[in-house]
């Protein structure tokens, strides 16, 4: 069974500092590996897709990465801004669901 | 043109009613996925519809959970006889087959008394 950890839990960071959040998978056969924004009570806005084939996406200042070898995504975000502040979910998709990991907060201050 | 829409948004319901949650996915989307998010967790999968064919149910965790999605659109997730531990926020997410990208609606908030 797919499981995905997220470190760290939480993260706050000043504004304009660049960060990485991790995420690690057990099970390499996944496809696709996606991540996710979410606002509190909002749904998930994805922010990038990385097909199995692929190493990295990059949208923005975001860049994610993707090593199946080793089982893990890295999200990269540059000049953080108060507005990033949410949280980031990753989810590895085996086709017929996602499993998703328990998320990483993050707070960007002012 | 819109996203994926869900209602409600919010439901209460008491210990013992049943409830009926509404997905609407992006039209044209053939896969559609029900998830269930509890407070601080990511979400975790329920259920998963071809068109109309619901292809995995492993993840409803009680057979008080019943997903339809008759003419492989709308899709409604029921929750019979509730109990406290079902409250959470339940999400729809569609695509447009698998291995593709799945774009999440707003969820539907259950709390149950």
């Known amino acids: 069974k797919q499981e995905v950890t997220q470190i760290p839990a939480a993260l706050s960071v000043p504004e304009g500092e660049n960060l990485v959040l991790n995420c690690s998978f057990t099970?390499?056969?996944?496809?696709?590996l996606q991540w996710f924004r979410q606002d509190p009570g909002k749904g998930l806005t994805s922010l990038l897709l990385?097909?199995?084939?692929?190493r990295e996406q990059t949208s923005g200042r975001l860049n994610a990465s993707l090593d199946k070898s080793s089982g893990r995504s890295t999200l990269y975000i540059a000049a953080s801004q108060p507005g990033d502040s949410a949280t980031y979910l990753c989810?590895?998709?085996?086709?017929?669901?996602?499993?998703f990991g328990g998320g990483t907060r993050l707070m960007v201050k002012p | 043109g819109a996203g994926v829409s869900q209602s409600p948004r919010y439901k209460v319901a008491k210990r013992g009613q049943d409830v009926a949650l509404r997905c609407d996915p992006i039209?044209?989307?053939?896969?559609l996925f029900w998830y269930q998010q509890a407070l601080g967790q990511g979400p975790e999968f329920l259920t998963y519809?071809?068109?109309?064919?619901?292809?995995?149910k492993s993840g409803l965790p009680s057979d008080r959970f019943f997903a339809e999605r008759p003419e492989g659109s709308v899709s409604t997730l029921k929750i019979q006889r509730t109990q406290q531990e079902d409250s959470a926020v339940y999400l729809c997410?569609?695509?447009?087959?698998?291995?593709?990208?799945?774009?999440f609606g707003p969820g539907t908030r259950l709390t149950v008394l």
């Open positions: 997410a569609s695509s447009p087959g698998a291995y593709n990208e799945q774009f």
């Open positions: 099970d390499s056969a996944i496809y696709n």
């Open positions: 990385i097909q199995s084939s692929q």
């Open positions: 989810a590895g998709d085996a086709g017929n669901m996602l499993t």
């Open positions: 039209s044209g989307h053939v896969s």
């Open positions: 519809f071809q068109n109309e064919a619901q292809l995995d």
